[in-house]
């Protein structure tokens, strides 16, 4: 497993406030790993190294809004999303998985006005963008989700079995 950051094991570094909002966004970085990809209970290891990543997220997050005058920015595209970010680099340094290359992801295409759904594996965002603009020439509206395979979630469930083996 990787390093953690030295920064990240300074104490008393975050208020009690900061500390209550982190506290927080590791609970959303767990319902995402949880509703994604099926991780639930993580273990020990994987908690405390959750938690430093989530810190390591926080304390750039704060410094770019430090850097351009203090607003609170939420999901402005200057700045990445802390638990989003937190997630990809669990898996990152928990297991070497980047997230973006190496998850497959499934798309769905739903044609809200027939019902009809298509579904496109990663690598094929031209038919998917070509399904959509189908779709909105026939006056339809569509709804998009993205799914990962049970067989990944099988995967990640395995691999992370034998990483808490003696």
Request: a negative charge; proline letters at 3%; aromatic letters at 10%.
């Amino acid at each position: 497993m990787p390093e953690t950051s030295e920064s990240s094991k300074q104490e008393g570094e975050f208020s009690e406030d900061e500390k209550i909002e982190i506290a927080q966004h590791i609970d959303e970085v767990k319902k995402l790993l949880q509703h994604g990809v099926g991780v639930e209970d993580l273990s020990m290891a994987e908690g405390t190294e959750l938690r430093h990543i989530t810190e390591d997220c926080y304390r750039e997050y704060k410094e770019i809004r430090d850097s351009l005058g203090g607003k609170d920015l939420g999901r402005s595209p200057h700045i990445f999303n802390i638990e989003e970010e937190a997630m990809v680099r669990w898996f990152y340094r928990t297991f070497g998985i980047q997230y973006n290359e190496d998850i497959p992801q499934v798309f769905i295409i739903k044609d809200d006005t027939t019902g009809e759904t298509w579904k496109y594996e990663k690598l094929e965002e031209e038919a998917v963008n070509n399904k959509k603009d189908e779709i909105l020439k026939k006056g339809h509206k569509y709804t998009e989700n993205t799914t990962i395979p049970n067989d990944f979630k099988e995967y990640i469930r395995r691999l992370r079995e034998k990483s808490i083996r003696p």
